[in-house]
């Protein structure tokens, strides 16, 4: 019965760890917070990746803006181009996934964006 009590108390604590410290979160690449992406979100993104700087946990869920989980190269990358105007970022809602030899063709199942990729390589 005691053991039943601890497992009890260590989900509790589990529980609470997982549950987000701030529920205000950031919009896709602006890591700062200001409301804005700039050239300051992707110095901060970089200099992250380059372990030269922390971030929290609300600003690596906008770094994060190919929504992989993961905060790395590839986001400051895309991160630059939408800062530059040269592309945007992708979205984050669920793909279909067409095949076709060896020419994926991705399309978003909500918003019909979509993108191509040839033996894994990104084309368009
Ligand atoms: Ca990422
Ligand atoms: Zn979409």
Avoid at 41 to 50: A, E, F, T
Avoid at 100 to 119: A, M, P, R, S
Wanted: proline residues 2%; charged residues 25%.
């Amino acid at each position: 019965m005691k053991r039943v009590f601890y497992i009890c108390i260590a989900a509790l604590l589990l529980v609470s760890f997982a549950l987000p410290v701030s529920a205000e979160a950031f919009s896709q690449g602006d890591a700062s917070g200001d409301g804005k992406v700039t050239a300051m979100d992707y110095m901060l993104v970089k200099r992250y990746v380059l372990r030269k700087t922390e971030l929290t946990d609300v600003q690596l869920a906008a770094a994060d803006v190919n929504g992989d989980g993961k905060v790395n190269p590839y986001d400051y990358m895309i991160l630059k181009r939408v800062v530059l105007g040269k592309g945007e970022f992708p979205c984050l809602h669920d793909y279909d996934e067409t095949v076709v030899g060896n020419l994926h063709i991705f399309t978003c199942k909500k918003c019909g964006h979509q993108y191509e990729e040839f033996d894994g390589q990104l084309i368009g």
